[in-house]
């Protein structure tokens, strides 16, 4: 199946810090997603992202389809920004229509 | 919509009892998926189904896994006898056709 690689696998800044988060998978997909586990558990939705570049505040993301990779900034990080990000692609062939998730990178953000 | 509903929260059991996850997804999706999450494989697929039907249920770990889709608003994932090695938060996840995924705020199944 198709193999999904996040780095770093944690991360540990400052408040204020900007950081950049990378996805790479092994195979073309039709779909791609960011999610923010907090501390609490919750998968929060970030961007669906199956190619080019989105914004929403201070996080932003570009995929390059054609090869293979995603990318989550984060700008001006906030304790809150702490939690484990997970990028997740989908092939979208028949049979296949599900999100395979990365491993994720942790991030600590320090006051 | 309030979101993909989930429950029980929580859930304690005793090695061997039957545990019944249920999973009510956003309104009009025609995708739902279950997934579970541990320490040692992350989050993984357990199946999924698009409308109503079982689509992908390789993820099953064993017989001891079953999971039904009755109807459009409502599925269950059961787990008869449970294990210790059960133990998880599993989440339920539903999308419209082949688009963005959301997911519920799982169960953290303990088996003791």
């Known amino acids: 199946g198709i193999q999904v690689e996040q780095s770093p696998p944690d991360l540990i800044l400052q408040e204020g810090a900007n950081s950049t988060l990378r996805c790479n998978f092994s195979?073309?997909?039709?779909?791609l997603q960011w999610f923010h586990q907090n501390p609490w558990g919750q998968l929060i939705n970030l961007f669906y992202?199956?190619?080019g570049t989105k914004q929403n505040g201070r996080l932003s993301a570009t995929t390059v389809a054609t090869e293979r990779y995603s990318l989550l900034y984060i700008s001006s990080s906030q304790t809150t920004d702490s939690g484990v990000y997970f990028c997740a692609v989908e092939q979208g062939h028949f049979g296949n229509e599900k999100l395979t998730f990365g491993t994720g990178t942790r991030l600590t953000i320090i006051p | 919509d309030a979101g993909v509903i989930q429950s029980p929260r929580h859930e304690v059991t005793e090695m061997g009892q039957e545990v019944t996850l249920r999973c009510k997804p956003i309104?009009?999706?025609?995708?739902l998926f279950w997934y579970r999450q541990t320490m040692m494989r992350g989050l993984e697929l357990l199946i999924y189904f698009n409308n109503n039907v079982p689509i992908d249920d390789s993820g099953m770990p064993e017989d001891r896994f079953s999971a039904k889709m009755p109807n459009a608003s409502f599925s269950t994932l059961k787990i008869q006898p449970s294990e210790p090695r059960d133990s998880a938060v599993y989440f339920c996840?539903?999308?419209?056709?082949?688009?963005?995924?959301?997911f519920g705020q799982g169960t953290r199944l303990t088996v003791v």
């Open positions: 309104s009009g999706h025609d995708y």
């Open positions: 996840a539903s999308s419209l056709s082949v688009t963005e995924a959301f």
């Open positions: 992202i199956p190619s």
């Open positions: 195979d073309s997909v039709n779909n």
